[in-house]
């Protein structure tokens, strides 16, 4: 990520997530008492939820681990049908999906891309109260409740309403019908205190996603913890909620790392496939500006390299989140507007990023749809040298501080990997 001089006018904070040893192989570790081999029965009808495109998860590994253990259970491949948990999101390319899956799973399974907004392919099983949004309806793709047994991979990596993602939520939002991605996705569920990038305690997002899960029947998970190669560094199965609240808490000495001072400017890497499009890409700004401790003075602008080939994104949330802020006349307007009005599913990625742009200029630089990000009220640049010499322009004049006295510089290579926390 940092393959660029640093000008001697900036000084360097670098943070990056713990660096831990890859296992030599796969080795799932079995999570409380709760083992496939209690559970599945010869001849079941199975489906396992797997993450789509926009997740690094190994699904080639893990659905093939997940093959091969319900096989010596009984149930062939043939009775397994696999469910692509978009979301919102558009489904996979047909590369995209043997890049995922492998040539052989992509060319043999059964596949199923999950539709959030058919009616037909939906169920609605009840409500949930959550705290300050009571009433979530869940709903959910009915292959999920009408299986035998219902299975999900997942990654355990930092999430800005979960906490952490994985355990329950790639069945219960990534399988959900709209109604239940868009009251998740409220300003009424994300202005709460709990609903905060790395944090699962009295959160209630994932408080919902735990407890919609239960509703939905699902029985186990399998989730993995990587690196910023997409290398699995630790591997659970079982319960939903046991193997997340395991994984996150070894997941906390991976990614969250403590930084000694705030910086007047910084660098949010962003690893593919999120660089894919400005939708995804711009979690990274994001996680480094609302985090608890967010080691950023108020004001300080941030580089986003990323290249955003597809532009905004291609799925309906992506189309959402680029039509309400390239319509909005300013950030603030646009945060005080949806905080009225409400907004769609998929549209809280603007409404998140706008509060981001409030305080903090986004530097998008490398784009090839530049005119996307400028729409979103974003600076564009052509490359990383020309990023850093505005940033540096805009913090200068922002701080009141003249050359040649330093700046701090923070540079996160992946900053949705890790969580940089100012020190107490």
């Not at 093939?64 to 558009?90: D, M």
């Amino acid at each position: 990520m940092v393959d660029y001089p640093i000008p001697a006018t900036l000084r360097p904070i670098t943070a990056e997530s713990r660096a831990v040893s890859v296992p030599a192989e796969l080795r799932i570790a079995p999570i409380g008492s709760r083992r496939l081999s209690d559970i599945a029965r010869p001849g079941m009808r199975v489906i396992i939820a797997f993450t789509d495109a926009t997740r690094a998860c190994p699904d080639e590994l893990l659905i093939g681990h997940l093959l091969r253990e319900l096989g010596a259970l009984g149930i062939p491949a043939s009775h397994v049908t696999l469910l692509c948990a978009t979301g919102l999101h558009r489904p996979m390319t047909a590369a995209e999906r043997v890049a995922k899956l492998g040539a052989d799973l992509a060319g043999r399974a059964h596949i199923v891309d999950h539709r959030a907004l058919d009616a037909d392919a939906l169920v609605e099983l009840g409500r949930i109260d959550a705290p300050g949004a009571p009433g979530i309806p869940v709903v959910v793709n009915r292959l999920c409740v009408e299986t035998d047994l219902l299975i999900a991979t997942g990654v355990i990596e930092p999430h800005q309403y979960a906490g952490y993602s994985g355990g329950a939520k790639t069945v219960v939002i990534g399988c959900g019908g709209e109604a239940t991605i868009q009251a998740t996705h409220s300003a009424a569920m994300l202005d709460r205190p709990g609903t905060r990038l790395g944090n699962i305690t009295d959160n209630p997002f994932q408080q919902f996603v735990r407890a919609a899960g239960r509703m939905i029947g699902l029985d186990y998970v399998v989730n993995v913890v990587l690196n910023d190669a997409a290398e699995v560094l630790l591997a659970a199965a079982g319960d939903p909620a046991e193997v997340h609240d395991v994984l996150v808490g070894q997941a906390r000495g991976i990614y969250e790392v403590t930084v000694d001072r705030p910086a007047h400017l910084a660098l949010a890497g962003v690893p593919a496939p999120k660089a894919a499009n400005l939708y995804q890409a711009s979690r990274a700004a994001t996680y480094l500006a609302l985090a608890d401790r967010a080691p950023l003075l108020p004001g300080a602008p941030i580089i986003l390299p990323a290249a955003i080939p597809e532009g905004a994104g291609q799925g309906t949330g992506e189309a959402r989140f680029f039509e309400l802020l390239a319509g909005a006349e300013s950030p603030a307007a646009l945060v005080a507007q949806l905080r009225r009005t409400g907004f769609p599913a998929g549209a809280q990625r603007a409404y998140i990023l706008a509060q981001v742009l409030i305080d903090h200029p986004v530097i998008v630089a490398g784009a090839q749809r530049p005119d996307i990000a400028r729409a979103c009220h974003m600076h564009t640049v052509a490359d990383m040298p020309a990023a850093l010499a505005l940033a540096e322009q805009i913090a200068r004049q922002h701080f009141g501080i003249a050359a040649p006295i330093p700046l701090n510089y923070l540079i996160v290579p992946d900053a949705l990997l890790t969580l940089p926390r100012l020190a107490p």
